[in-house]
């Protein structure tokens, strides 16, 4: 069972390290493709980058799930070795992705609602006039086709890989 638990979070790992992938290959489109809905409503451009607005998977886009892929490799490794500390490594772990996807999939069905509030408590009142909803539907259609089924694959595989490893580690 700690075998099956290791698959599922080698599999947790790969879904995250494919965030920062997607993002490196497809970001400065989907920037072009913001900036380009931008200057349709009459904003500076320019403010993304005064605001240190990203697309691409710099920073904490490619840090966060890095890690997280790092402690999901570690601790499928202690479930291969059988060591002691596997389930409980896996109960921490796996318990804690499943509650940060629970709050990437929020954040993602409330992009439109956050992003204007997150521009308004900026104070660049520039910023603050920018249709939000058409300008991350501009960003959004940069992306291939796919990358829309990527993102539900990659969570039906971190929701179903966590819940999958910590039932097996609870029946080892």
Same mark, same amino acid.
């Given at each position: 069972?700690? #075998?099956?638990?290791? @698959?599922?979070?080698? *599999?947790?790992?790969?879904?995250? @390290?494919s &965030? /920062?992938?997607?993002? +490196?290959? $497809? %970001?400065?489109?989907?920037? #072009?493709?913001?900036?380009?809905?931008?200057? =349709?409503?009459?904003? =500076?451009?320019?403010?993304?980058?005064?605001?240190?607005?990203?697309?691409?998977?710099?920073? +904490?886009?490619?840090?966060? /799930?890095?890690?997280?892929?790092? &402690?999901?490799?570690?601790?499928?490794a *202690?479930?291969?070795?059988?060591?002691? *500390?596997? /389930?409980l490594?896996?109960?921490?772990? !796996? !318990?804690?992705?499943? *509650?940060?996807? @629970? @709050?990437?999939? +929020?954040?993602?069905?409330? #992009?439109?609602?956050?992003?204007?509030?997150? $521009?308004? =408590?900026? %104070?660049? /009142?520039?910023?603050?006039?920018?249709?939000?909803?058409?300008?991350?539907?501009?960003?959004?259609?940069?992306?291939? =086709?796919?990358?829309? #089924? +990527?993102?539900?694959?990659?969570?039906?595989?971190? $929701?179903?890989? !966590?819940?999958?490893?910590? &039932?097996?580690? !609870? $029946?080892?």
């Amino acid at each position: 069972m700690n #075998a099956l638990a290791a @698959v599922m979070q080698l *599999l947790v790992a790969v879904a995250f @390290v494919s &965030i /920062p992938v997607v993002r +490196h290959r $497809f %970001g400065p489109a989907a920037k #072009a493709a913001a900036v380009a809905e931008l200057r =349709r409503q009459n904003v =500076r451009p320019e403010v993304l980058e005064e605001n240190k607005l990203r697309f691409d998977a710099g920073g +904490h886009e490619t840090a966060a /799930p890095v890690t997280v892929a790092a &402690i999901m490799t570690a601790t499928a490794a *202690l479930n291969l070795a059988d060591a002691g *500390l596997a /389930p409980l490594m896996t109960w921490i772990f !796996s !318990s804690l992705v499943l *509650l940060m996807n @629970v @709050v990437i999939v +929020h954040s993602n069905l409330t #992009a439109v609602k956050s992003v204007q509030a997150a $521009f308004r =408590r900026k %104070g660049d /009142p520039e910023l603050a006039r920018v249709e939000v909803a058409p300008f991350l539907k501009a960003a959004e259609n940069a992306f291939p =086709r796919w990358a829309r #089924a +990527h993102t539900y694959i990659r969570n039906t595989v971190v $929701f179903a890989g !966590s819940a999958i490893a910590l &039932i097996a580690v !609870s $029946f080892a």
